[in-house]
């Protein structure tokens, strides 16, 4: 993809090899994968191998607009089929899958998966109220052309309340401010980006901008497997986990089979849902 000679291929490799032998055996993989990619993008000169990809997507998924639309409007749940739509965006992964074309007809079919199968984890009930409670939400996004899926979410929750954040740099096909652009996220809400261009959320590498949306923010939706990687162990902020699991790894941290849509709530200890609250109280008078 970077168009590297056979010299710089093998010069890139051999560093390569020598930074993998080098990683500590607790090296967070996001890390791994910045500094991979880094080291390739300065050897080939070229700042994004992944362009013209998260182009073909941004142009297919533009073209499931229709679909996402009459989805919505057929809907007796909207919250839940939103969610469920943002999870079938997940599947436009180039770090998960490889490189593939990702086609309309394929998308189509992953979208009725999706809708067809039961969300895994937590209750869209329990979403709904996390929503309802927050005063401002971070909403934090993942792929080039996924950003169309996001966009049904987006827009139920309430106006005013959410910010969409993307990567600060090109890395792999995550989307940046130029593909959130691409799916007029910009119509439904502000859009930030993290000030970095790890393919997840390293805090101390982010821009002041986003560390404090992050901050401010009652609630954070993360979207995709990289930000589940380096958020899932993040503690005082209540975090909505929305993936499809798509490796061995993450299906056994995440406690779901692989090929799971998955809603998981992450919530402080004093942010128990309405509902947990009244089993306990339940409980306790018994």
């Given at each position: ?27 967070p ?71 593939r ?12 998966e ?23 939400i ?17 827009g ?17 096909n ?46 954070i ?6 930000n589940?990687?380096s958020l899932s162990?993040i503690t ?8 499809k ?6 299906a ?21 849902s ?8 339940e409980?306790?008078?018994?």
């Open positions: 993809m970077s168009k590297l000679g056979e010299e710089q291929t093998e010069t890139v490799l051999l560093a390569v090899q020598s930074k993998i032998a080098a990683f500590p055996f607790d090296y993989p996001i890390k791994m994968a910045m500094e991979i990619h880094d080291l390739v993008r300065s050897e080939s000169g070229v700042g994004d191998p992944y362009a013209e990809i998260k182009k073909m997507s941004n142009d297919v998924c533009r073209e499931c607009d229709a679909l996402l639309g009459e989805t919505m409007a057929r809907s007796l749940n909207p919250l839940r089929t939103a969610t469920q739509l943002a999870i079938a965006g997940n599947i436009i992964d180039c770090g998960a899958y490889g490189l074309k990702v086609t309309k007809r394929q998308l189509f079919d992953v979208v009725q999706v809708l067809s199968q039961p969300l895994k984890g937590s209750s869209v009930s329990d979403f709904d109220r996390l929503i309802s409670s927050a005063e401002s971070l909403y934090i996004g993942d792929n080039a052309g996924e950003c169309f899926f996001d966009r049904p979410l987006l139920v929750i309430p106006a005013g309340k959410v910010t969409y954040a993307v990567r600060g740099g090109p890395v792999l995550d989307a940046t401010v130029e593909d959130a652009a691409a799916a007029d996220i910009h119509s439904i809400c502000p859009v930030i980006d993290t000030g970095d261009n790890a393919p997840g959320i390293l805090l101390e590498r982010c821009s002041n901008e986003f560390k404090r949306a992050f901050e401010d923010s009652d609630l939706i993360s979207k995709g497997q990289g589940y990687e162990e005082g902020k209540t975090v909505v986990f929305l993936t699991v798509k490796c061995e790894v993450i056994k941290d995440i406690g779901y089979p692989l090929g799971s849509n998955v809603l998981k709530i992450q919530s402080k200890p004093n942010l128990l309405h509902k947990a609250m009244e089993d306990n109280r409980v306790h008078h018994a």
